[in-house]
């Protein structure tokens, strides 16, 4: 069936260093994938989302690139803030009206 | 601030007791689909519409749970009899489309069940 992974629960990092959260998915269609974020009792929203095969998709200073050969839609930022402590889930779409998450990447920045 | 609007915030229940809880997708879009995120963040996916029609849900939901999306009335899901472990944050989503489009959540109803 369709999944998705995402190997870190936890990742700690100093402000200003670099972040990569991991995602692999399986599925045996030609999927969207997605990268949502959910701050502090907040609702989560749309960071980046990408179908396109090797192509990178930034926003907020965060980008992804989808790797159909890999299975894989990394996070990455090259500056952590202390504001983007927050969880980081990866999800898929294979199509239709299914959307699956992984589950989920806290990520805690401190000073 | 999220457009999608889920009430309450919080909900307490005894066991065996139903829990209601409601829904307003953003105007336009069609689609909407409820998740249980549980203590350790996890997405369980419930049951999502398009319309009024049910178009997934999973067996607990068919058994436990009610849920429709009446026209011009807000969404629901209701816990018919709760259960310690349905002790959740219950998030809704709505998108124009199906599951290629972006998901626009709520902010989540917090069910507590004593």
């Known amino acids: 069936g369709d999944s998705v992974t995402q190997t870190e629960g936890l990742v700690t990092l100093t402000k200003g260093l670099p972040v990569m959260l991991n995602c692999t998915y399986q599925t045996t269609y030609s999927p969207f994938l997605f990268w949502y974020v959910q701050h502090l009792n907040e609702a989560p929203k749309l960071l980046l989302k990408?179908?396109?095969?090797?192509k990178r998709t930034e926003h907020q200073g965060f980008y992804a690139t989808l790797h159909k050969s890999s299975s894989s839609f990394h996070l990455q930022k090259s500056s952590v803030q202390l504001s983007d402590s927050a969880l980081y889930f990866c999800a898929l779409s294979p199509g239709g009206y299914k959307v699956v998450f992984g589950s989920g990447t806290r990520l805690l920045v401190s000073p | 601030n999220s457009k999608v609007i889920q009430t309450p915030r919080y909900l307490v229940k005894g066991q065996g007791q139903k829990a209601k809880m409601r829904c307003i997708p953003e105007k336009g879009h069609p689609v909407v689909f409820w998740y249980q995120q549980n203590k350790n963040n996890e997405f369980k996916f419930l049951i999502n519409?398009?319309?009024?029609?049910?178009?997934?849900q999973i067996d607990m939901t068919e058994k436990r749970f009610s849920a429709e999306c009446p026209s011009n009335s807000p969404c629901s899901l209701e816990i018919q009899s709760s259960e310690a472990g349905d002790s959740a944050l219950y998030l809704c989503a709505s998108s124009r489309q199906g599951g290629a489009e972006t998901l626009y959540f709520g902010s989540g109803t917090r069910l507590t069940v004593l």
């Open positions: 990408s179908s396109t095969d090797n």
């Open positions: 519409f398009q319309n009024q029609e049910v178009l997934q």
